[in-house]
């Protein structure tokens, strides 16, 4: 995992295909932060797999889910994106039949009506300690972590998706860990983590089977 402050990235980073994709975003903040998303999935792309930053495309499916190109094809592996406030963090796998989610929130209150909607009754429970906002604020995350792992983001219900426990102690490389689990997707193995970043937290996910977390590249940019 690496931890950087690079400033405002540079556009020269950009693929043709990407800097007309840049070129038709109309508001500032999701250009800028489009652009540290990208210029995150790069830097890592760059530090694990080789090659010009330039020669990868980071091109996003119909439903959002990122992916990478370079010569026109598609490169095996997972990439996953969070960008917010600023900040921005990545993740990528390579491991065949590995999927992974990423997330980024801003530890801050949420309301018990967002909890009611969008948390399980378990979750609802398992938040209702000391560290109350804290870990509403990452269950959520862990939940959107989990679901951009399925590929389907908020399109899925946020209750398909379920955090058991938080561990608040360090398990796996910086990460302290999370056990989760989907119902409906039970063939799946889930591996999940998180740390906090300042007032930030990150969670990340990954679902597949033969997991092995140390073998994760994470990226975490500041601009
Ligand atoms: C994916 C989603 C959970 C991200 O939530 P977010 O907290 O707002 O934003 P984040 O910065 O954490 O993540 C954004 C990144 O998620 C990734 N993403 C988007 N859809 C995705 C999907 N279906 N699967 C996996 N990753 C996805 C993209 O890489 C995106 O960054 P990019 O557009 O710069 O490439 C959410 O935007 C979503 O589900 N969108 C699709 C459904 C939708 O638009 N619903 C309307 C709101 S309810």
Redesign the pocket.
Known sequence: MSSDSAGAPPENFLSETELQKLAQMRFPRRRA??LL??WTAKRLLAAVEGRDPRAWQ?E??A????YVQADGERLPGCL?????SGQAVCAWTSAPGVAL?I???RIEPRSPAFVRDYFTAAEQVLIAGAARERDAVLVWSAK?AM?????????LDTRAVEVLRIANHEEVAGWRGLTVHCPARSELDWWAGWRLAGNFLVTLAVCGQDLDPSTLQVQELRA
């Open positions: 932060e489009w998303g990208r980071v996003n499916e439903d959002g889910q990122p996953s994106i969070s960008h917010r989610g997330d980024l929130e959107e679901l951009k792992a399925l590929g389907r983001g908020l399109r």
